[in-house]
């Protein structure tokens, strides 16, 4: 009461004074679009990933269609085969069951689907059309042949364009044998994913008269 030492308080004010406190922290809101045991299956699966190693899986233009919307601008349509492909490919370091690991790689560089230039580096002729046609054999996608800038390489070369290909770049290394000082990284390319440098290692032994 007045008389008492007591304030009267608008109700406005007893509204506020009611409402006031910590602010409301905003809730977190997750909408997905698969049952609730494939969400937990996962969570648990991804608990067991070691999270310092990933593999990446680049969807790009060689893996979808590009297109453009009036409303949404550039889109890239994926090709879901290629993109299971290259799903799979992650797991073709254990071989299924009766698959061979010869085929099993053979996969995983089909699924990547990198595209690659082989240049002859020496002064052999058709050093670069056999390394293509074997290369080719074994599942690469050579797009283009020709020679180097100069033909003293001694050992081979890999050029990566980009980082898309890291399991064709891999297996192209082990194939040729090349040190990791000589494959080296350029900015991408729209037309090559790969370039393979291939030297005098390569060349077919020289026979004494």
């Known amino acids: 009461m007045p008389g008492m030492g007591a304030r009267a308080t608008r109700p406005s004010q007893a509204k506020a004074a009611a409402t006031k406190g910590p602010a409301a922290k905003p809730m977190l809101q997750l909408k997905v679009y698969m049952p609730v045991e494939k969400v937990i299956t996962l969570a648990r ?18 893996m ?26 992650v797991f073709a370091d254990a071989p299924e069951e009766g698959l061979s690991a010869e085929e099993a790689a053979r996969q995983a560089v089909q699924a990547e689907a990198a595209r690659v230039v082989v240049l002859n580096g020496t002064q052999e002729e058709g050093l670069a059309s056999k390394t293509a ?14 020679n180097a800038e100069r033909a003293d390489y001694a050992q081979t070369w890999l050029i990566s364009h980009g980082d898309t290909k890291p399991k064709s770049r891999e297996a192209l290394a082990r194939r ?20 393979l ?13």
């Not at 699966?45 to 060689?62: A, F, K, Q, S």
């Not at 590009?66 to 349509?77: V, W």
């Not at 046609?133 to 020709?146: R, T």
């Open 64 to 89: 979808g269609q590009e297109t453009t919307d009036p409303t949404l601008g550039f889109l890239l349509i994926p090709d879901m085969a290629k993109v299971r492909a290259a799903t799979a490919a």
């Open 197 to 209: 440098i291939v030297g005098q290692d390569q060349a077919a032994p020289q026979v004494a008269p």
């Open 176 to 195: 040729f044998g090349i040190i990791p000082e000589h494959v080296v990284s350029d900015p991408p390319s729209d037309n090559v994913d790969l370039t």
């Open 45 to 62: 699966i991804v608990g067991e990933v070691d999270l310092t190693n990933p593999t990446r899986i680049v969807v790009d233009n060689t």
């Open 133 to 146: 046609a074997a290369l080719s054999d074994a599942g690469y996608d050579v797009v283009a042949i020709g």
